[in-house]
């Protein structure tokens, strides 16, 4: 199946309050529709005559080694969409060599969802993503759990002082999860129940010194999630960031933020190579990989799509997701002579409305 055709059996399939609530975004969701508008602005140059025969796509990553370029993005409540939950994406992407992130809003606790990798692969990477918490001790915690579940490196997402104002949530009046279905990762810690959507307790006050001490909290790599501005990720360094994700939070959080593309290539400026750079939002196409790379992305993350492939199909699902964006941007690498990501250059890109 294509992605348009896992995307289509996923909405048959889920009810449509659940659908609304993955597919959403915030206000008018314009910042969701320009994430995948940007990438049809940009057009590649491909190189010619360079005996690229075999190719090499693996990536290394704070917190990940030998990696595909294509990660599973921190996404919510996957059991709202099939009864296997994270357990199932787990194991599709540990079985593809993909970067799984996880966190505190699973409805499976990351023990079981890092064992669940273990089942598909004897060394998946599996990351924890955790928001900045008002209570240190609370933040403490969910490190040390994601320690001691054998997560490989952290992910703090900076751009939720608060929830997004997601409309059709709103309409729905979607504020409860199902029975059976928490946010796992929220048991038993201080004035922190597991709850529904809104239960996840935001940092209104979050600041670059809160970062700065998640960092210390651990030996392990700590990676910030939602930034666009330059000037942030050059804070992101200073404060001891392993690595950046753009994000735009996939147009769920600021409906009039820029599309997560957009601003890559700007915050790989400002990073100078210091930390790695991962893009995260509006990639549906291995074309898009190959875009993203070529501006200076070491990977990309891919959210609602794997959703689509869950609900869909379950494991099955997930991999085929994957398998048909990695397959594709192998195909497109070739094609643009590539060996290796690296070959893959900005000088290869047009960027311009009529690119398409």
């Known amino acids: 199946m294509t992605l348009g055709e896992l995307h289509d059996a ?9 659908y609304d609530y993955v597919a959403g975004g915030a206000g008018e969701e314009r910042a969701l529709a320009a994430n995948g508008r940007a990438f049809d602005r940009y057009a590649l140059l491909p190189r010619v005559l360079r005996g690229a025969a075999r190719r090499d796509t693996a990536v290394d990553l704070p917190g990940a080694r030998r990696a595909a370029p294509v990660m599973v993005a921190p996404t919510a409540f996957h059991r709202l ?8 994406t787990a194991r599709a992407a540990a079985a593809e060599g993909a970067v799984l992130v996880t966190g505190v809003a699973a409805t499976t606790a990351v023990p079981a969802v890092v064992a669940a990798a273990r089942e598909a692969a004897p060394d998946p990477a599996v990351w924890f993503l ?3 918490h008002p209570r240190r001790e609370v933040t403490e915690a969910l490190v040390r759990r994601a320690e001691e579940a054998g ?11 608060r929830f997004g104002r997601r409309t059709r949530d709103l309409r729905n009046g979607f504020d409860d999860l199902p ?40 030996s392990l790599p700590v990676w910030i999630k939602g930034v666009l501005h330059p000037a942030d990720a050059r804070l992101a360094v200073e404060h001891g960031a392993a690595g950046v994700i753009v994000s ?20 790989v400026d400002a990073v100078a190579g210091a930390v790695p750079v991962v893009l995260d939002g509006g990639v549906r196409r291995g074309g ?21 492939g869950l609900a ?4 099955a699902g997930v991999r085929e997701v994957l398998r048909t964006l990695l397959d594709e941007y192998d195909h497109t690498l070739a094609l643009c002579g590539g060996r290796r990501n690296a070959d893959l250059s900005a000088d290869m890109v047009v960027r311009g409305d009529a690119a398409w």
């Open 130 to 132: 955790l928001y900045p």
């Open 151 to 161: 997560c490989s490196a952290l992910v703090v997402t900076a751009d939720s002082p």
């Open 288 to 308: 898009d990989v190959a875009v993203a790379l070529a501006l200076g992305a070491a990977a990309v993350g891919v959210g609602r799509p794997v959703l689509w």
């Open 10 to 18: 996923a909405r048959a399939a889920l009810d449509p309050v659940h």
């Open 179 to 218: 029975p059976g279905c928490a946010a796992e990762n929220m048991r038993d810690l201080p004035g922190a129940p597991p709850g529904a959507l809104t239960d996840i307790p935001m940092h209104p006050a979050a600041s670059w010194r809160d970062f700065a001490e998640t960092v210390g909290m651990t």
């Open 312 to 315: 869909a199909k379950g494991a």
């Open 81 to 88: 969409l099939h009864p296997d939950g994270e357990r199932a």
């Open 248 to 267: 735009n939070h996939g147009g769920r959080q600021c409906d009039t933020a820029a599309a997560s593309v957009d601003c890559l290539p700007a915050v």
